[in-house]
Protein backbone atom coordinates (compact mmCIF):
# COMPACT_ATOMS: atom_id res chain seq x y z
CA UNK A 1 0.00 0.00 0.00
CA UNK A 2 1.54 3.53 -1.01
CA UNK A 3 0.68 6.69 0.46
CA UNK A 4 -1.43 8.38 -2.32
CA UNK A 5 -1.72 11.85 -3.22
CA UNK A 6 -4.75 13.08 -0.59
CA UNK A 7 -8.30 14.37 -2.12
CA UNK A 8 -10.06 13.51 0.65
CA UNK A 9 -13.15 15.83 1.09
CA UNK A 10 -12.57 17.07 -2.07
CA UNK A 11 -15.52 16.30 -5.53
CA UNK A 12 -14.36 15.81 -8.71
CA UNK A 13 -15.97 15.41 -12.18
CA UNK A 14 -14.35 13.39 -14.77
CA UNK A 15 -15.95 13.36 -18.13
CA UNK A 16 -15.40 10.73 -20.60
CA UNK A 17 -15.59 8.58 -17.94
CA UNK A 18 -16.08 5.27 -19.61
CA UNK A 19 -13.05 5.59 -21.96
CA UNK A 20 -9.40 3.84 -20.66
CA UNK A 21 -7.83 6.96 -19.42
CA UNK A 22 -11.03 8.12 -17.91
CA UNK A 23 -11.88 4.78 -15.86
CA UNK A 24 -8.62 5.19 -14.54
CA UNK A 25 -9.10 8.43 -13.63
CA UNK A 26 -12.37 7.83 -11.97
CA UNK A 27 -10.14 5.06 -9.80
CA UNK A 28 -7.31 7.09 -8.89
CA UNK A 29 -9.01 10.19 -7.82
CA UNK A 30 -11.48 7.57 -5.47
CA UNK A 31 -8.49 6.08 -3.92
CA UNK A 32 -7.06 9.10 -3.54
CA UNK A 33 -10.17 10.09 -1.12
CA UNK A 34 -12.19 12.02 -3.79
CA UNK A 35 -16.06 11.77 -4.31
CA UNK A 36 -16.11 11.36 -8.45
CA UNK A 37 -18.88 12.25 -10.67
CA UNK A 38 -18.29 9.91 -13.33
CA UNK A 39 -19.88 11.07 -16.62
CA UNK A 40 -19.81 10.16 -20.54
CA UNK A 41 -22.00 10.30 -23.47
CA UNK A 42 -23.72 7.23 -22.63
CA UNK A 43 -27.49 7.45 -20.89
CA UNK A 44 -26.07 4.94 -18.10
CA UNK A 45 -22.74 3.19 -17.43
CA UNK A 46 -21.06 1.79 -14.79
CA UNK A 47 -17.73 3.15 -13.66
CA UNK A 48 -15.65 1.44 -10.66
CA UNK A 49 -15.19 3.98 -7.89
CA UNK A 50 -17.78 6.77 -9.22
CA UNK A 51 -19.85 8.33 -6.55
CA UNK A 52 -22.01 9.12 -9.15
CA UNK A 53 -22.68 8.77 -12.85
CA UNK A 54 -24.26 11.54 -14.80
CA UNK A 55 -24.85 11.47 -19.01
CA UNK A 56 -23.19 14.10 -20.03
CA UNK A 57 -23.00 15.67 -23.77
CA UNK A 58 -19.85 17.91 -23.28
CA UNK A 59 -21.04 19.83 -26.73
CA UNK A 60 -24.41 20.62 -25.31
CA UNK A 61 -24.18 24.04 -23.18
CA UNK A 62 -27.76 22.72 -21.67
CA UNK A 63 -26.34 19.60 -20.44
CA UNK A 64 -23.18 21.27 -18.38
CA UNK A 65 -25.40 23.30 -17.03
CA UNK A 66 -27.59 20.76 -15.94
CA UNK A 67 -25.28 18.50 -15.02
CA UNK A 68 -23.03 21.16 -12.94
CA UNK A 69 -26.66 22.08 -11.30
CA UNK A 70 -26.97 18.45 -10.20
CA UNK A 71 -23.83 18.40 -8.76
CA UNK A 72 -24.17 21.69 -6.76
CA UNK A 73 -27.57 20.12 -5.59
CA UNK A 74 -26.15 16.24 -4.01
CA UNK A 75 -22.71 17.64 -3.29
CA UNK A 76 -23.05 20.98 -2.66
CA UNK A 77 -19.59 21.16 -4.03
CA UNK A 78 -16.88 21.30 -6.83
CA UNK A 79 -13.31 21.33 -6.43
CA UNK A 80 -11.85 19.29 -9.34
CA UNK A 81 -12.41 18.99 -13.31
CA UNK A 82 -10.64 16.62 -15.48
CA UNK A 83 -11.72 17.82 -18.98
CA UNK A 84 -11.16 13.82 -20.71
CA UNK A 85 -13.75 13.60 -23.15
CA UNK A 86 -12.33 13.62 -26.54
CA UNK A 87 -12.00 11.77 -29.60
CA UNK A 88 -9.65 10.93 -32.40
CA UNK A 89 -9.70 11.70 -36.27
CA UNK A 90 -6.96 9.68 -38.47
CA UNK A 91 -7.92 11.21 -41.96
CA UNK A 92 -5.65 13.03 -44.34
CA UNK A 93 -6.48 16.58 -44.88
CA UNK A 94 -7.95 16.37 -48.13
CA UNK A 95 -10.84 13.17 -47.57
CA UNK A 96 -10.98 14.96 -43.89
CA UNK A 97 -15.05 16.21 -44.50
CA UNK A 98 -15.56 19.74 -42.42
CA UNK A 99 -18.11 18.08 -40.40
CA UNK A 100 -16.10 15.63 -39.30
CA UNK A 101 -13.26 18.43 -38.59
CA UNK A 102 -16.03 20.21 -36.66
CA UNK A 103 -17.03 17.34 -34.68
CA UNK A 104 -13.82 17.12 -33.77
CA UNK A 105 -13.46 20.33 -32.47
CA UNK A 106 -16.74 20.22 -30.60
CA UNK A 107 -15.85 17.50 -28.31
CA UNK A 108 -12.19 18.16 -27.65
CA UNK A 109 -11.97 21.61 -27.81
CA UNK A 110 -15.65 23.47 -27.15
CA UNK A 111 -16.39 21.11 -24.65
CA UNK A 112 -13.11 22.01 -22.22
CA UNK A 113 -14.55 25.17 -23.32
CA UNK A 114 -17.92 24.74 -21.83
CA UNK A 115 -17.13 22.65 -19.31
CA UNK A 116 -14.14 24.83 -17.65
CA UNK A 117 -16.84 28.15 -18.03
CA UNK A 118 -19.96 25.89 -16.48
CA UNK A 119 -17.93 24.47 -13.34
CA UNK A 120 -15.72 28.11 -13.15
CA UNK A 121 -18.51 29.43 -10.14
CA UNK A 122 -18.47 26.34 -8.25
CA UNK A 123 -14.38 25.33 -8.82
CA UNK A 124 -14.07 29.31 -7.38
CA UNK A 125 -15.75 28.40 -4.21
CA UNK A 126 -14.57 25.35 -4.27
CA UNK A 127 -10.78 26.27 -4.13
CA UNK A 128 -11.26 29.25 -1.67
CA UNK A 129 -9.74 28.77 1.70
CA UNK A 130 -8.40 25.68 0.22
CA UNK A 131 -4.46 24.36 0.46
CA UNK A 132 -3.68 24.58 -3.61
CA UNK A 133 -6.83 25.64 -4.46
CA UNK A 134 -9.32 23.86 -6.86
CA UNK A 135 -7.68 22.64 -10.15
CA UNK A 136 -8.93 22.07 -13.78
CA UNK A 137 -7.03 19.15 -15.63
CA UNK A 138 -7.36 19.40 -19.25
CA UNK A 139 -6.39 16.15 -21.39
CA UNK A 140 -4.54 17.33 -24.21
CA UNK A 141 -1.78 14.96 -26.15
CA UNK A 142 1.28 14.67 -27.29
CA UNK A 143 -0.28 15.19 -30.55
CA UNK A 144 -0.89 18.64 -29.10
CA UNK A 145 2.98 19.25 -28.98
CA UNK A 146 4.04 17.73 -31.95
CA UNK A 147 2.51 17.03 -35.48
CA UNK A 148 1.38 13.67 -36.93
CA UNK A 149 0.67 12.15 -40.58
CA UNK A 150 -3.08 11.49 -41.24
CA UNK A 151 -3.69 13.49 -37.48
CA UNK A 152 -4.21 16.91 -38.55
CA UNK A 153 -7.71 17.55 -37.09
CA UNK A 154 -6.65 16.19 -34.19
CA UNK A 155 -3.72 17.05 -33.48
CA UNK A 156 -5.10 21.05 -34.51
CA UNK A 157 -7.63 20.40 -31.20
CA UNK A 158 -4.84 19.19 -28.59
CA UNK A 159 -2.86 22.41 -29.45
CA UNK A 160 -5.98 24.60 -28.83
CA UNK A 161 -6.30 22.36 -25.27
CA UNK A 162 -3.07 23.42 -24.44
CA UNK A 163 -3.29 27.23 -24.90
CA UNK A 164 -6.38 27.24 -23.82
CA UNK A 165 -5.11 25.72 -20.49
CA UNK A 166 -2.39 28.37 -20.34
CA UNK A 167 -4.84 31.75 -20.94
CA UNK A 168 -7.30 30.51 -18.60
CA UNK A 169 -4.73 29.90 -16.12
CA UNK A 170 -3.53 32.90 -16.40
CA UNK A 171 -6.59 34.61 -16.49
CA UNK A 172 -7.87 32.72 -13.41
CA UNK A 173 -4.74 33.47 -11.40
CA UNK A 174 -5.70 37.45 -12.82
CA UNK A 175 -8.57 37.43 -11.04
CA UNK A 176 -7.25 36.11 -8.27
CA UNK A 177 -9.65 33.05 -8.91
CA UNK A 178 -8.50 29.92 -6.83
CA UNK A 179 -8.52 27.69 -9.44
CA UNK A 180 -5.38 25.92 -11.07
CA UNK A 181 -5.63 24.95 -14.85
CA UNK A 182 -3.09 22.64 -16.43
CA UNK A 183 -2.92 20.17 -19.34
CA UNK A 184 -1.48 16.77 -19.68
CA UNK A 185 -0.35 15.06 -22.78
CA UNK A 186 -0.16 11.21 -22.82
CA UNK A 187 1.71 9.31 -25.43
CA UNK A 188 0.43 6.26 -26.72
CA UNK A 189 -1.48 4.77 -24.28
CA UNK A 190 -3.03 0.94 -23.80
CA UNK A 191 -6.93 2.54 -24.89
CA UNK A 192 -9.85 1.94 -26.84
CA UNK A 193 -8.88 4.89 -28.97
CA UNK A 194 -5.29 3.78 -30.01
CA UNK A 195 -6.86 0.59 -31.27
CA UNK A 196 -9.29 2.96 -33.18
CA UNK A 197 -6.21 5.08 -34.37
CA UNK A 198 -4.27 1.62 -35.41
CA UNK A 199 -7.29 0.89 -37.33
CA UNK A 200 -7.49 4.05 -39.31
CA UNK A 201 -3.91 3.37 -39.74
CA UNK A 202 -4.22 0.49 -41.06
CA UNK A 203 -7.02 1.13 -42.95
CA UNK A 204 -5.33 3.67 -45.01
CA UNK A 205 -2.38 1.82 -45.86
CA UNK A 206 0.51 2.93 -43.43
CA UNK A 207 0.80 -0.88 -42.04
CA UNK A 208 0.12 -4.04 -42.89
CA UNK A 209 -2.06 -5.04 -39.75
CA UNK A 210 -3.04 -3.96 -35.81
CA UNK A 211 -0.12 -5.69 -34.69
CA UNK A 212 2.47 -3.85 -37.14
CA UNK A 213 1.14 -0.58 -36.61
CA UNK A 214 1.04 -1.43 -32.58
CA UNK A 215 4.68 -2.05 -32.52
CA UNK A 216 5.79 0.87 -34.44
CA UNK A 217 3.88 3.16 -32.28
CA UNK A 218 5.21 1.13 -29.37
CA UNK A 219 8.88 1.73 -30.83
CA UNK A 220 8.14 5.57 -31.28
CA UNK A 221 8.42 5.91 -27.20
CA UNK A 222 11.72 5.96 -25.53
CA UNK A 223 11.07 3.56 -23.19
CA UNK A 224 9.94 0.69 -26.22
CA UNK A 225 6.36 0.12 -24.94
CA UNK A 226 2.96 1.91 -24.83
CA UNK A 227 1.54 3.68 -21.67
CA UNK A 228 -0.92 2.30 -19.29
CA UNK A 229 -4.20 4.53 -18.03
CA UNK A 230 -3.02 4.08 -14.54
CA UNK A 231 0.11 6.22 -15.27
CA UNK A 232 -1.79 9.11 -16.48
CA UNK A 233 -4.14 9.23 -13.72
CA UNK A 234 -1.35 9.34 -11.27
CA UNK A 235 -0.86 12.33 -13.27
CA UNK A 236 -3.83 13.81 -13.24
CA UNK A 237 -4.22 12.47 -9.49
CA UNK A 238 -0.80 14.75 -9.44
CA UNK A 239 -2.35 18.05 -10.56
CA UNK A 240 -5.30 17.74 -8.62
CA UNK A 241 -3.51 17.78 -5.55
CA UNK A 242 -2.24 20.03 -3.16
CA UNK A 243 1.45 18.46 -4.03
CA UNK A 244 0.73 20.88 -7.14
CA UNK A 245 -0.08 24.05 -5.47
CA UNK A 246 2.43 26.54 -7.26
CA UNK A 247 1.60 24.56 -10.81
CA UNK A 248 -0.94 26.31 -13.02
CA UNK A 249 -0.25 27.09 -17.27
CA UNK A 250 1.63 23.96 -16.99
CA UNK A 251 1.98 20.91 -19.46
CA UNK A 252 2.64 17.45 -17.57
CA UNK A 253 3.81 15.40 -20.45
CA UNK A 254 3.94 11.46 -19.88
CA UNK A 255 5.09 9.54 -22.80
CA UNK A 256 7.90 7.51 -22.23
CA UNK A 257 10.36 9.24 -23.59
CA UNK A 258 8.72 10.12 -26.90
CA UNK A 259 8.83 14.29 -27.10
CA UNK A 260 12.22 14.22 -25.29
CA UNK A 261 13.97 13.50 -28.71
CA UNK B 1 0.33 3.61 6.03
CA UNK B 2 3.70 2.46 4.37
CA UNK B 3 4.91 5.40 2.05
CA UNK B 4 5.25 5.00 -1.74
CA UNK B 5 9.08 5.42 -1.39
CA UNK B 6 9.39 3.03 1.44
CA UNK B 7 12.18 0.70 1.04
CA UNK B 8 13.82 3.35 -1.54
CA UNK B 9 17.02 5.13 -0.80
CA UNK B 10 17.74 8.88 -2.01
CA UNK B 11 20.25 11.05 -2.56
CA UNK B 12 20.02 15.18 -2.64
CA UNK B 13 23.22 17.24 -3.50
CA UNK B 14 23.09 20.41 -1.68
CA UNK B 15 20.35 19.07 0.64
CA UNK B 16 21.06 21.14 3.83
CA UNK B 17 19.15 24.22 2.49
CA UNK B 18 16.29 25.73 0.83
CA UNK B 19 14.76 23.57 -2.03
CA UNK B 20 17.44 20.52 -1.26
CA UNK B 21 16.08 20.56 2.41
CA UNK B 22 12.61 20.53 1.50
CA UNK B 23 13.51 18.08 -0.94
CA UNK B 24 15.00 15.78 1.85
CA UNK B 25 12.08 16.37 4.16
CA UNK B 26 9.16 15.09 1.20
CA UNK B 27 11.12 12.35 0.03
CA UNK B 28 11.40 11.20 4.05
CA UNK B 29 8.04 11.90 4.58
CA UNK B 30 6.96 9.09 1.87
CA UNK B 31 9.09 6.80 3.25
CA UNK B 32 12.76 6.94 1.46
CA UNK B 33 15.78 6.09 3.62
CA UNK B 34 17.38 9.96 2.31
CA UNK B 35 20.94 10.97 2.34
CA UNK B 36 21.49 15.49 2.47
CA UNK B 37 25.55 16.06 0.59
CA UNK B 38 26.10 19.81 1.21
CA UNK B 39 29.63 21.60 1.52
CA UNK B 40 29.17 21.69 5.23
CA UNK B 41 31.56 20.13 7.88
CA UNK B 42 29.58 17.27 9.26
CA UNK B 43 29.21 18.79 12.84
CA UNK B 44 27.47 21.87 11.54
CA UNK B 45 24.05 22.46 12.82
CA UNK B 46 22.34 21.53 9.52
CA UNK B 47 24.46 18.30 8.84
CA UNK B 48 23.75 17.00 12.11
CA UNK B 49 19.83 17.91 11.99
CA UNK B 50 19.93 15.88 8.37
CA UNK B 51 18.95 12.03 9.01
CA UNK B 52 22.15 10.98 6.57
CA UNK B 53 24.80 13.60 5.30
CA UNK B 54 27.82 13.12 3.30
CA UNK B 55 29.85 16.40 2.68
CA UNK B 56 30.43 16.72 -1.21
CA UNK B 57 31.92 19.18 -2.97
CA UNK B 58 29.44 18.36 -5.75
CA UNK B 59 32.33 19.40 -8.72
CA UNK B 60 34.84 17.07 -7.53
CA UNK B 61 34.74 13.62 -9.29
CA UNK B 62 36.56 12.41 -6.06
CA UNK B 63 34.53 13.15 -3.72
CA UNK B 64 31.60 11.68 -5.75
CA UNK B 65 33.09 8.67 -5.89
CA UNK B 66 33.81 8.78 -2.27
CA UNK B 67 29.97 9.27 -1.73
CA UNK B 68 29.08 6.37 -4.10
CA UNK B 69 31.52 4.20 -2.16
CA UNK B 70 29.72 5.26 1.29
CA UNK B 71 26.14 4.81 0.08
CA UNK B 72 27.27 1.44 -1.49
CA UNK B 73 28.97 0.26 1.81
CA UNK B 74 25.46 1.32 3.60
CA UNK B 75 22.61 0.03 1.05
CA UNK B 76 24.37 -1.29 -2.12
CA UNK B 77 21.72 0.62 -4.05
CA UNK B 78 20.62 3.91 -4.52
CA UNK B 79 17.14 4.42 -6.14
CA UNK B 80 16.85 8.53 -6.48
CA UNK B 81 19.14 11.08 -7.32
CA UNK B 82 17.87 14.66 -7.40
CA UNK B 83 20.92 16.85 -8.61
CA UNK B 84 19.47 20.01 -7.04
CA UNK B 85 23.24 21.73 -5.62
CA UNK B 86 23.44 24.72 -7.65
CA UNK B 87 23.89 28.54 -8.03
CA UNK B 88 23.20 31.86 -8.97
CA UNK B 89 24.95 34.71 -11.41
CA UNK B 90 23.91 37.82 -12.67
CA UNK B 91 25.73 40.23 -15.00
CA UNK B 92 25.77 42.07 -18.19
CA UNK B 93 28.06 39.56 -20.37
CA UNK B 94 30.07 42.68 -20.48
CA UNK B 95 31.17 42.49 -17.28
CA UNK B 96 31.26 38.66 -16.54
CA UNK B 97 34.20 37.60 -15.76
CA UNK B 98 35.22 34.28 -17.33
CA UNK B 99 36.04 33.02 -14.25
CA UNK B 100 33.20 33.24 -12.94
CA UNK B 101 31.44 32.11 -15.77
CA UNK B 102 33.09 28.84 -15.48
CA UNK B 103 32.69 28.87 -12.13
CA UNK B 104 28.64 28.76 -12.47
CA UNK B 105 28.75 26.38 -15.26
CA UNK B 106 30.78 23.67 -13.30
CA UNK B 107 28.25 24.36 -10.16
CA UNK B 108 25.45 24.09 -12.09
CA UNK B 109 26.31 21.70 -14.94
CA UNK B 110 29.37 19.98 -14.03
CA UNK B 111 27.23 18.61 -10.82
CA UNK B 112 24.79 17.21 -12.67
CA UNK B 113 27.26 15.14 -15.02
CA UNK B 114 29.60 13.77 -12.25
CA UNK B 115 26.57 13.02 -9.78
CA UNK B 116 24.35 10.60 -12.78
CA UNK B 117 28.11 9.65 -14.03
CA UNK B 118 29.08 8.26 -10.91
CA UNK B 119 26.07 6.88 -9.59
CA UNK B 120 24.40 5.65 -12.55
CA UNK B 121 25.78 1.91 -11.86
CA UNK B 122 24.48 2.10 -8.10
CA UNK B 123 20.78 3.23 -10.02
CA UNK B 124 20.72 1.13 -12.02
CA UNK B 125 20.87 -1.68 -9.86
CA UNK B 126 18.07 -0.51 -7.78
CA UNK B 127 15.63 0.26 -11.01
CA UNK B 128 16.04 -3.73 -11.74
CA UNK B 129 14.86 -4.78 -8.68
CA UNK B 130 11.58 -2.11 -8.33
CA UNK B 131 8.59 -2.75 -10.44
CA UNK B 132 9.28 0.89 -12.35
CA UNK B 133 13.12 1.45 -12.24
CA UNK B 134 14.88 4.21 -10.34
CA UNK B 135 14.46 7.88 -10.71
CA UNK B 136 17.03 11.02 -11.60
CA UNK B 137 15.50 14.34 -10.93
CA UNK B 138 17.44 17.09 -12.18
CA UNK B 139 16.59 20.82 -11.08
CA UNK B 140 16.65 23.18 -13.86
CA UNK B 141 14.77 26.13 -13.79
CA UNK B 142 11.99 28.60 -15.77
CA UNK B 143 15.71 30.16 -16.60
CA UNK B 144 16.10 27.05 -18.54
CA UNK B 145 13.08 27.23 -20.70
CA UNK B 146 13.45 31.39 -21.22
CA UNK B 147 15.33 33.90 -20.90
CA UNK B 148 16.05 37.02 -19.18
CA UNK B 149 18.20 40.02 -19.17
CA UNK B 150 21.61 39.98 -17.16
CA UNK B 151 20.92 35.98 -16.81
CA UNK B 152 22.85 34.79 -19.27
CA UNK B 153 25.53 32.44 -17.79
CA UNK B 154 22.73 30.94 -15.57
CA UNK B 155 20.04 30.66 -18.45
CA UNK B 156 23.03 28.94 -20.13
CA UNK B 157 23.20 26.44 -17.51
CA UNK B 158 19.99 25.89 -16.64
CA UNK B 159 19.08 25.18 -20.38
CA UNK B 160 22.22 23.08 -20.15
CA UNK B 161 20.54 21.30 -17.71
CA UNK B 162 17.30 20.41 -19.60
CA UNK B 163 19.07 19.04 -22.02
CA UNK B 164 21.29 17.10 -20.67
CA UNK B 165 18.28 15.60 -19.15
CA UNK B 166 16.52 14.63 -22.34
CA UNK B 167 19.62 13.79 -23.49
CA UNK B 168 20.17 11.07 -20.88
CA UNK B 169 16.75 9.91 -20.50
CA UNK B 170 17.03 9.00 -24.21
CA UNK B 171 20.08 7.46 -23.41
CA UNK B 172 18.89 5.18 -20.51
CA UNK B 173 15.75 3.96 -22.43
CA UNK B 174 17.16 3.23 -25.29
CA UNK B 175 19.82 1.15 -23.81
CA UNK B 176 17.14 -0.31 -21.50
CA UNK B 177 18.53 1.06 -18.37
CA UNK B 178 15.81 1.40 -16.28
CA UNK B 179 16.53 4.79 -14.74
CA UNK B 180 14.16 7.93 -15.39
CA UNK B 181 15.60 11.06 -15.89
CA UNK B 182 13.43 13.85 -15.33
CA UNK B 183 13.50 18.11 -15.38
CA UNK B 184 11.92 20.44 -12.50
CA UNK B 185 11.84 23.84 -13.19
CA UNK B 186 11.22 26.10 -10.63
CA UNK B 187 9.51 29.56 -10.41
CA UNK B 188 10.89 32.18 -8.67
CA UNK B 189 11.43 30.01 -4.56
CA UNK B 190 11.88 31.99 -1.84
CA UNK B 191 15.34 30.58 -0.80
CA UNK B 192 18.44 31.82 0.82
CA UNK B 193 20.06 31.69 -2.95
CA UNK B 194 17.05 33.91 -4.27
CA UNK B 195 17.64 36.55 -1.38
CA UNK B 196 21.04 36.49 -1.66
CA UNK B 197 21.42 36.76 -5.60
CA UNK B 198 19.48 39.91 -4.78
CA UNK B 199 21.01 41.23 -2.49
CA UNK B 200 24.08 40.81 -4.98
CA UNK B 201 21.54 42.64 -7.76
CA UNK B 202 20.17 44.96 -5.27
CA UNK B 203 23.61 46.35 -4.68
CA UNK B 204 24.25 47.24 -7.89
CA UNK B 205 21.04 49.26 -8.64
CA UNK B 206 20.75 50.75 -5.62
CA UNK B 207 18.08 49.38 -4.33
CA UNK B 208 16.96 46.80 -1.57
CA UNK B 209 16.15 42.94 -2.08
CA UNK B 210 12.94 43.06 -0.47
CA UNK B 211 11.65 45.44 -3.10
CA UNK B 212 12.92 43.50 -6.23
CA UNK B 213 11.54 40.04 -4.49
CA UNK B 214 8.15 42.09 -4.19
CA UNK B 215 8.60 43.31 -7.77
CA UNK B 216 9.68 39.94 -8.27
CA UNK B 217 6.34 38.16 -7.09
CA UNK B 218 4.36 40.84 -8.93
CA UNK B 219 5.70 39.63 -12.23
CA UNK B 220 4.22 35.91 -11.52
CA UNK B 221 0.88 35.41 -11.87
CA UNK B 222 0.02 33.73 -8.78
CA UNK B 223 1.94 37.34 -7.26
CA UNK B 224 3.58 35.36 -5.04
CA UNK B 225 7.00 33.12 -5.07
CA UNK B 226 6.90 29.17 -4.32
CA UNK B 227 7.76 27.68 -0.83
CA UNK B 228 10.69 25.22 -1.25
CA UNK B 229 7.75 22.41 -0.03
CA UNK B 230 5.96 23.24 -3.34
CA UNK B 231 9.02 22.13 -5.21
CA UNK B 232 10.12 19.54 -3.02
CA UNK B 233 6.27 17.74 -3.35
CA UNK B 234 6.94 17.73 -7.19
CA UNK B 235 10.38 16.18 -7.25
CA UNK B 236 8.34 13.46 -4.85
CA UNK B 237 6.04 12.56 -7.42
CA UNK B 238 8.75 12.54 -10.35
CA UNK B 239 10.79 9.90 -7.63
CA UNK B 240 7.42 7.47 -7.14
CA UNK B 241 6.05 5.00 -9.07
CA UNK B 242 3.37 7.34 -9.80
CA UNK B 243 5.44 8.79 -12.42
CA UNK B 244 6.49 5.26 -14.21
CA UNK B 245 5.48 6.55 -17.68
CA UNK B 246 7.42 9.69 -17.15
CA UNK B 247 11.26 10.26 -18.78
CA UNK B 248 12.62 12.75 -20.50
CA UNK B 249 10.03 15.36 -19.53
CA UNK B 250 10.38 18.78 -18.03
CA UNK B 251 8.01 19.47 -14.94
CA UNK B 252 7.32 23.58 -14.51
CA UNK B 253 6.63 24.50 -11.40
CA UNK B 254 6.07 28.12 -11.44
CA UNK B 255 3.14 30.14 -11.00
CA UNK B 256 2.02 30.38 -14.61
CA UNK B 257 5.55 32.28 -15.03
CA UNK B 258 6.17 30.54 -18.18
CA UNK B 259 2.20 30.02 -19.54
CA UNK B 260 2.66 33.45 -21.11
Known amino acids: MTAKTDLTGTVALVTGATGGIGRATVGALTEAGAQVIASDIGVNAQVDGAAMYAPLDVTSEAAWADVIGRIEREFGRLDRLVNNAGISVTNSVAATSLSEFRKCFAINVEGVFLGTRAAQPLLARGGEGREGGSSIINLSSVGGLRGAAMMSTYCASKGAVKLFSKSAALEFAALKLPIRVNSVHPGGIETDMMDTIFARYVDEGLFPDMDAARAAVSAGHAVGRMGRPAEIAEGIAFLASPAASFMTGSELVIDGGMTAR | MAGRLEGRIALVSGGLRGIGKAICDCLEADGAVVYATDLDAPDSEAARAAAHYIQLDAT????????????????????????????????????????????????????????????????????????????????????????????????????GVRLFTKSNALEFADAGVPIRVNSVHPGFVETPLLRKGFENWAAREGTTADAMIEAMAQTTPFKRLAQPVEIGKVVAFLASDDASYMTGSEVVVDGGWTAR
Request: aromatic share 8%; net charge negative; charged share 20%.
Open chain 2, 60 to 159: SEDAWIAARARVEQDFGRLDILVNNVGADLTGKVQDLALADWRRLITLNLDTVFLGTKTFQPLLAKAGASTPYGSSIVNISSIMGLVGMGEVSAYNASKG
